[in-house]
């Protein structure tokens, strides 16, 4: 079945320093990918996403490109902050418009150290 | 405009009883889909409702189950409560045409003891 295989955390890094998340599929059809993240204490919130292959998603600094060739969609910020600092969840959606299910990584938490 | 809304936020409940949890989505939107995340399984899809019909529903014994109201308002039930059933729960609400673009409640944490 379809599932997303995302690196094992906890990633701790110094202010500044440059991240990279890792995110591999295995889905049928043309998954839509999606960085969803998580401060504690809340709910997940939509961080960017990619609806198609080669296609970038970027915000608030962050950047993924969805690698077809490689089944990849890895997270990456040239510079992170302290308030950077939650889980990141890797996820895909393979059924268009029929359903909003979506199936997560296990998440990777990132504690940034000033 | 407010967000997605799930009450109660912290419960304590034992084992055997049952559990009604609640989620207002965001205005206008139609789409709520319920996730349980626990630390051992991570997030796991429960079901999504549309328009007050179930049309996704994942691997969860009968004892989960949910409905939709009218107004777009979403309850879901644990019944015969087990220990294992201790998790967060995570509602979500989606507005037409953003598949996969979920906006999430804080969640409802379930203790049971």
């Known amino acids: 079945g379809d599932s997303v295989t995302q690196m094992e955390g906890p990633v701790t890094l110094s202010e500044e320093a440059f991240l990279t998340i890792n995110c591999t599929y295995t889905a049928t059809g043309y998954p839509s990918l999606f960085w969803y993240v998580q401060y504690p204490g809340e709910g997940l919130q939509l961080l960017l996403k990619?609806?198609?292959?080669?296609d970038k998603g970027s915000n608030k600094g962050f950047e993924a490109t969805y690698r077809k060739e490689t089944t990849s969609f890895h997270l990456e910020k040239g510079s992170v902050q302290v308030s950077d600092s939650a889980v990141y969840f890797c996820?895909?959606?393979?059924?268009?418009?029929?359903?909003?299910?979506?199936?997560f990584g296990t998440g990777t938490l990132l504690a940034v150290q000033p | 405009k407010a967000g997605v809304t799930q009450t109660p936020r912290y419960l304590i409940k034992t084992r055997g009883q049952q559990v009604t949890l609640s989620c207002s989505p965001i205005s206008g939107h139609r789409s709520v889909s319920w996730y349980q995340q626990t630390p051992g399984q991570g997030l796991q899809f429960l079901f999504e409702y549309f328009s007050e019909t179930q049309r996704n529903k994942g691997n969860f014994p009968g004892r989960f189950s949910g409905r939709q109201f009218s107004n777009s308002r979403s309850e879901m039930n644990v019944s015969t409560l087990e220990l294992g059933d201790s998790a967060l729960y995570l509602c979500a609400s989606t507005g037409q045409g953003d598949t996969g673009e979920l906006f999430f409640g804080e969640g409802s944490r379930l203790t049971v003891l």
């Open positions: 996820a895909l959606s393979t059924h268009g418009g029929a359903t909003n299910k979506l199936i």
């Open positions: 990619a609806t198609k292959a080669d």
